[in-house]
């Protein structure tokens, strides 16, 4: 059996409610022995949530030190110390996430739970409760004491990699390294082959138009990515490019490549959350998201939702469960064998 902590994000989100969903439908699983949960978040907040949408709660309280939890077990990451407004940013609620996050970690580092998932945290909420940091990717690193974690989103067949994410467009060029794009290279064909993939083949998306066309739009391609791939090529690597931006995702998506290694954040996750949201044509608005969210080359398993917080249906109801789902299973997946666990004494 396999314990995912989950944590809530921002409470005044929709994290309580997809969370109270999401356990709902996995109470077979809970049952049977194969999975076990543990939620971390405002107590105050998803017992509100549980009782104003009819949500059933089955959780049961739990000590962030207990060693043995139930198998759905409930720890507070509060008190708040001030009202959680559903769908209003404030700090109270960014410094509740990341207690809840930081609760999270120090379980897995200790081996007690095999894999966190998180779902939706403000940004702008973390920061405003001093802890400054650009998402949950840079806030898993720091606390894990990693220099250089790797974003990858999933869709499907739809596996993507960022060289950066969290960076001004003026940026990017400086991040393409050739450590970092080796770096990301060699984590994703990691992870694949713990998906169950065992000969990964990998595209390296151009930064560039056209990957340059033979430097007139830039050199990086030619300089940087092109040595690279040749370099990993030598070492058995299958890997491919660099590939332009505008067809290397259609080729993903024909099969072509198990994954792609995209330079920047939104040339990696338009592709993806194209074909992950479903959309109403008559309202316009979105009804669900398939997609997940993984943090590869910390020394823990770490899934995530990949949508935001939210706020404008925060408390209706109407919110889709359905990505956490898929974060929960590749949680799973990833997640150690409990019998290759030790519990670490120290903590």
Known sequence: ??????TMGDPAGIGPEI?????????????????????????????????????PDRSVPTAATVTSAPPLAFIDA??????????????????LAYNAIDIAVQLALANRVGAICTAPMNKEALNLAGFHFAGHTELLAALTGVADSVMML????????????????????????????????????????????????????????????????????????????????????????????????VKLRAGQYDAVV????????IPVKLLGFSVDPASGRWEALSGVNITLGLPIVRTSVDHGTAFDIAGKGIASEASLLEAIEIATQLAPQPNARQPNPDF
């Open 78 to 95: 509060g008190p708040a110390t001030a009202p959680i407004a559903t769908g209003v940013v404030s700090a109270e609620a960014g410094r």
């Open 262 to 269: 995209a330079m920047y954040h939104d040339q990696g996750h």
């Open 154 to 249: 999933v869709h499907s067949n739809m596996r993507v990699s960022h060289v950066s994410t969290h960076s001004a467009l003026a940026d990017v060029p400086g991040k393409l390294t050739p450590a970092r794009l080796r770096r990301v290279v060699e984590l994703t064909v990691a992870v694949l082959r713990a998906l169950g993939i065992p000969q990964p083949r990998i595209a390296v998306a151009a930064l560039n138009p056209h990957a340059g066309e033979g430097g007139l739009f830039g050199r990086e391609d030619i300089e940087v990515s092109t040595p690279v791939i040749a370099t990993l090529r030598r070492e058995a690597i299958d890997v491919t490019g660099p590939v332009p931006g505008d067809t290397v995702f």
């Open 19 to 55: 969370i109270l969903k999401a356990a709902d439908r996995l109470q077979g699983r809970i049952g049977r022995g194969d999975l076990a949960l543990t939620v971390i978040g405002c107590a105050a907040t998803y017992r509100a949530t549980a009782q104003a949408l009819g949500l």
């Open 1 to 6: 059996m396999v314990r995912v902590a989950i």
